[in-house]
């Protein structure tokens, strides 16, 4: 049987892994954590549960098809639920904006702040629905490998103004400082900065509106457990705790992965989950990778880092809503200091999360379980995380005990903190980034690190790093462009056949 090693549980790695041994092959999916889901792992703490990966999932048809593709539906494994409200925005005066359910109640929350930008935001549905038509129904899963490829998308993408910036493609439409922070920020869901990312990332808004914002109970980690089950039962071997060091390459093709244990784990083909920084800079000999990886792998712009705060607290704070963005007081100027200046301003904004708000069973009776997400500079900041980790901790839990959550210092329980050096450390992220390389528009698409390995011949790449790009819809939908570009088991039988060989 044809043999698929896959380095790296995340979603995109667990993607690959099922659709590989759909197309008949014998998977063995290879991860450094201690458990399957990548930087989708869960933290307990005295009874306090978290979520330490993606907890905001859109299109949940991606994660269907995995089940699928063995006759099995996802209901069995996991229960995924609608959020009715995605996201509530808390601005630094006090004022908030509810995102989320049918078009009229966003309508209806646009008018109470500035109704002129009612018609407005119907004006930038469209826009964003044209470019989820080509961005994401038609080019999520195409290979983008084939510069001739690219260059046949351009008409079309500057017709769909992918030259501008998100924040520009928003501003075109609506006129209120709020509302455009508000439908401005997803890029960073994805690791970029609103002014600098390309609008073709505007795309997550008609993304969101047209499959919603879901929450899978028990959390992400749940879903994760679901998929796991369903690679046991389909017989893929999954081997954790496991780092792969290199790999072995011989006459332009993948031979072999070695562990840091010493172990050699041949195979035929090879897919990396990997930061695809991690696999041609160290993982892979120099000597295998094309000069285009290299380079890329040179001279790519990291996206920002995170600063993950995760708490519980002895009371519960029934107001808050299961995803709130909590707004500083700078909105471009607080992102130039992240992504441009790499300076820790002492103003931030905070995405909180607050599972509890949906379930339950993540924090004891009578309590609610947090986390805290701030966007950071990188590593290549050189900002001292020992020190300045434990002050930007005391600032988050004082800016939200001052609004959100009223007596957070006395009532915060149990909670530790995550900086970019941990990422760069448990999750081997370059520069500690959080999202691996930033979208820009010169790091997308065919710009970005192809799935189809830029060096050996049985090499293909998943991940945020990968096109299309990070994101939930992005990892899974990289799986997707594997599965067009793998052959399948049954092919690699008749090409080594001898009977298939011509005389």
């Known amino acids: 049987m044809s043999r698929v090693v896959v380095i790296g549980a995340g979603f995109g790695g667990i993607a690959a892994a099922l659709r590989a041994r759909a197309k008949g092959h014998d998977v063995t999916l290879v991860d450094r954590c201690a458990r399957l889901g990548g930087r989708a792992q869960v933290f307990e703490k005295d009874g306090f549960r978290h979520d330490a990966g993606p907890t905001v999932l859109t299109a949940p048809f991606l994660f269907e098809e995995l089940f699928a593709l063995f006759g099995k539906d996802i209901a069995d494994y996991v ?27 966003t309508l ?15 004006q930038l549905l469209e826009q964003s629905r044209r470019i989820y038509d080509v961005g994401f129904t038609a080019l999520a899963d195409a290979p983008f490998h084939r510069f001739l490829f690219m260059l046949r998308q351009v008409p079309q993408l500057l017709r769909l103004g992918a030259y501008r910036s998100v924040w520009q493609m928003v501003s075109r439409c609506v006129t209120h400082d709020k509302i455009r922070q508000a439908f401005s920020i997803q890029p960073l869901l994805v690791g970029g900065n609103p002014f600098d990312t390309t609008s073709i990332y505007g795309l997550i808004h008609f993304l969101e509106r047209a499959h919603g914002v879901h929450f899978a109970m ?6 994760v457990d679901g998929l796991a089950r369903l ?47 991690h696999l ?76 509890t708000a949906t379930d339950p069973s993540f924090a004891p009776e009578g309590c609610d379980s947090f986390y805290a997400l701030i966007p950071v500079p990188n590593l290549t900041a050189g900002i001292d995380w020992a020190v300045e980790g434990p002050r930007l901790r005391d600032r988050v839990v004082a800016a939200l005990g001052g609004t959100l959550l009223p007596g957070l210092a006395e009532s915060i329980r149990a909670d530790f903190f995550m900086t970019p050096e941990d990422f760069e450390s448990r999750y081997l992220s370059p520069a500690g980034a959080g999202f691996s390389i930033a979208p820009h528009f010169s790091q997308s698409a065919w710009f970005r690190f192809h799935n189809r390995g830029e060096g050996p011949r049985n090499l293909y790449l998943v991940g945020a790093g990968s096109h299309p790009g990070a994101g939930l819809p992005g990892v899974l939908s990289s799986a997707k462009v594997v599965d067009r570009l793998l052959p399948s088991a049954a092919d690699d039988r008749a090409r080594l056949t001898p009977e298939a060989v011509p005389a």
């Open 108 to 122: 209806a929350e646009i008018t109470r702040i500035h109704p002129p930008d009612a018609q407005g935001y119907l």
């Open 79 to 105: 229960s995924i639920v609608p959020l009715p409200l995605w996201y509530r925005f808390h601005f630094h005066d006090g004022e908030t904006f509810d995102y989320g359910g049918g078009i009229e109640q």
């Open 218 to 223: 028990g959390g992400t980690g749940a879903l």
């Open 280 to 355: 041609y800079n160290t993982l892979l000999p120099r000597s295998a990778a094309r000069r285009s990886a290299r380079i890329k792998a040179r001279h790519s712009e990291q996206s920002m880092g995170l600063f993950v705060l995760y708490f519980g607290t002895n009371r519960q704070y029934p107001d808050v809503a299961h995803h709130t963005i909590w707004m500083g007081p700078r909105y471009r100027e607080l992102l130039d200091d992240i992504f441009h200046r790499k300076v820790l301003a002492e103003d931030f904004s905070i995405y909180l999360h607050r599972p």
């Open 231 to 277: 690679m046991v039962e389909q017989g893929i071997t999954v081997r954790l705790e496991t780092t792969v060091t290199s790999i072995e390459v011989e006459n332009g093709q993948v031979r072999a992965v070695l562990t840091e244990a010493g172990a050699r784990i041949e195979t035929d083909h090879l897919v990396s989950d990997a930061d695809p920084v």
